[in-house]
């Protein structure tokens, strides 16, 4: 699909945190239709401030999805998503998570999975769903406003299934992304790279505080 072409798809973002709150706003704001699968629907649904979506658990926004983006913990992803193998069959998967040990202060210490990624962990827990791992090496608000920073940032992509990361660059699309700008690395095992960027996170936010940033491959 061409990268002007507008596509709406139904949505499940999980996860009402910075990530999610965020991605659910713009991609209603792009026009698709979002539900939002939390813990406590009825109190987010009170709390919510961001463009119009539908709030409900997790398991009913998986199923009402063609796809679902995961901006939930990192460190307990497998465990959580795991269980819902059966809901989530058939479906995309974009993870944005990252997955580390924490320092006292709450900030990523250590890669969780030495050697592999979360990427590649779901897409062997869950056969029968096509895991895409993307957004995960950006500040949250760059998710949405590509275009808001001073260089172009990148937007990497994995997975195994074609199909699924032409439809995740569609939904980028949607949200600003210049199709220049998105990176296919292949497989979901080439995921463990971009994950590792959460190691600099720390660093980063110590060199430029808490701004917009993103990864960008210079070429
Ligand atoms: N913050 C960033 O800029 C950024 C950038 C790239 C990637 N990421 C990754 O994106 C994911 C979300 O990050 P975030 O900053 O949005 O985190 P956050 O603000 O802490 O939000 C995480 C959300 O996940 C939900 N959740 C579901 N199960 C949970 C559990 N067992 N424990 C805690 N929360 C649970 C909660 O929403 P409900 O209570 O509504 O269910 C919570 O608000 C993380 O994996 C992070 O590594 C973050």
Redesign the pocket.
């Known amino acids: 699909m061409s990268p002007t072409t507008r596509i709406h798809t139904t949505i499940a973002v999980?996860?009402?945190?910075?990530?999610?709150?965020?991605l659910a706003t713009g991609l209603s704001g792009a026009g698709h239709r979002i539900v939002?699968?939390?813990?406590?629907p009825d109190?987010?649904r009170g709390q919510w401030a961001g463009s119009p979506v539908t709030v409900t658990d997790?398991a009913a926004a998986i199923t009402a999805a063609e796809l679902v983006i995961?901006?939930?913990?990192?460190?307990?992803?497998l465990e959580?998503l795991s269980v819902l193998r059966d809901a989530l069959a058939g479906r995309v998967l974009l993870d944005?998570?990252?997955?580390?040990t924490r320092t006292p202060d709450g900030m990523?210490g250590g890669l969780l999975y030495e050697g592999s990624s979360l990427g590649a962990q779901l897409q062997a827990a869950l056969p029968h769903t096509r895991v895409v791992k993307s957004?995960?090496?950006?500040?949250?608000?760059v998710?949405t406003s590509p275009a808001a920073l001073a260089a172009a940032p990148t937007a990497f992509l994995s997975g195994d299934d074609i199909t699924a990361k032409t439809l995740v660059r569609d939904v980028l699309h949607s949200l600003g992304w210049a199709d220049r700008w998105l990176v296919d690395l292949g497989p979901i095992s080439t995921a463990r790279g971009p994950e590792a960027m959460?190691l600099m996170v720390p660093a980063l936010l110590g060199a430029f505080g808490f701004t917009p940033f993103a990864l960008s491959v210079a070429r």
């Open positions: 999980l996860g009402a945190g910075r990530v999610g709150s965020n939002l699968g939390v813990r406590q109190v987010t997790t995961n901006a939930t913990p990192g460190d307990t992803t959580r944005v998570a990252n997955a580390t990523p957004l995960n090496t950006m500040l949250f608000s998710m959460a």
